[in-house]
């Protein structure tokens, strides 16, 4: 042994071990061989029930959602937040609200609608999902974008209600978009985003996107309804107008409460 070299040596522990495992593979069988047949028959069975737990056929598939499962789950998520507004007008003399338009729920109480939704002399009021009446006050109106700003009297109530997710980035042109419109009884309306517009800002300096222009087929009732994202997001809300239909960004609309919030500061 002396006399063998470190590659020789591992040839000699290579050949052992094969001549030792020919040996327990004989002596294997033969034990098996003079064995009740049921003996092998099981280590046949365990060995066929491995090869199936491991079998590549029987890995979970993962189902890939559709578009149309998305845009399900988006509506669904937002329906909640998407309110009546109500108005009682002053120069009538029935109590009765009556509704007005749609809009939907934001952050910190601020309910996001069309103008349209909010005349001069009259009483607002904020109908939700689970068909509760909270009386509002209008608190911004934008003449140039076209929407309003309602928020609850009583904001204690608000805090306890369900209220939509505002994208903080813009659609693409091509994205699907899902419009929730209706003043009483909600539609949805799918569409793809045709284009976005940028308008200057007063002085020139950058540019605010102002209007999204998408294929939804939008009539007058969804006027103040939000345009949804299919991740659930409200984009903007849809103002329908005689000259064409549009909905105003998020953007703006986050603008809108931060004014309203600066002016109840001072």
Not at 54 to 60: A, C, F, H, K, R
Not at 104 to 130: M, Q, Y
Not at 207 to 232: E, M, N, R
Request: glycine fraction near 8%; proline fraction near 4%; charge should be negative.
């Amino acid at each position: 042994m002396n006399d063998l070299n470190k590659h020789q040596l591992i040839l000699l522990v290579i050949l052992v071990c094969f001549i030792v495992s020919m040996a327990t593979a004989v002596s294997t069988v033969a034990l098996l061989e003079n064995q009740p047949a049921s003996i092998p028959t099981t280590i046949n069975r365990i060995v066929e029930h491995t090869i199936e737990k491991v079998s590549p056929g029987d890995t979970p598939v993962v189902k890939q959602e559709t578009e149309d499962d998305l845009a399900a789950k988006a509506v669904q998520m937002n329906l909640p937040n998407v309110v009546t507004v109500m108005i009682r007008a002053w120069d009538v003399a029935s109590e009765a609200k009556v509704p007005a338009g749609v809009g939907v729920l934001a952050n910190d109480g601020f309910v996001f609608t069309a103008l349209t939704s909010l005349p001069e002399r009259a009483d607002f009021f904020i109908k939700t999902s689970d068909g509760t009446v909270y009386e509002a006050v209008a608190v911004a109106k934008d003449v140039s974008s076209g929407v309003g700003v309602l928020t609850f009297r009583d904001k204690t109530k608000a805090a306890k209600l369900s209220h939509a997710t505002l994208s903080s980035v813009l659609p693409e042109t091509g994205d699907t978009v899902l419009a929730i419109g209706g003043k009483e009884k909600h539609t949805i309306r799918k569409g793809i985003v045709s284009s976005v517009e940028a308008a200057e800002s007063g002085d020139g300096a950058e540019k605010v996107f102002s209007k999204i222009y998408t294929t939804a087929d939008l009539i007058s009732q969804d006027s103040g309804g939000p345009l949804l994202s299919l991740k659930g997001e409200v984009l903007g809300v849809d103002v329908v107008t005689k000259d064409g239909n549009y909905a105003v960004p998020a953007q703006i609309l986050l603008g809108l409460t931060k004014t309203v919030g600066s002016a109840a500061g001072r």
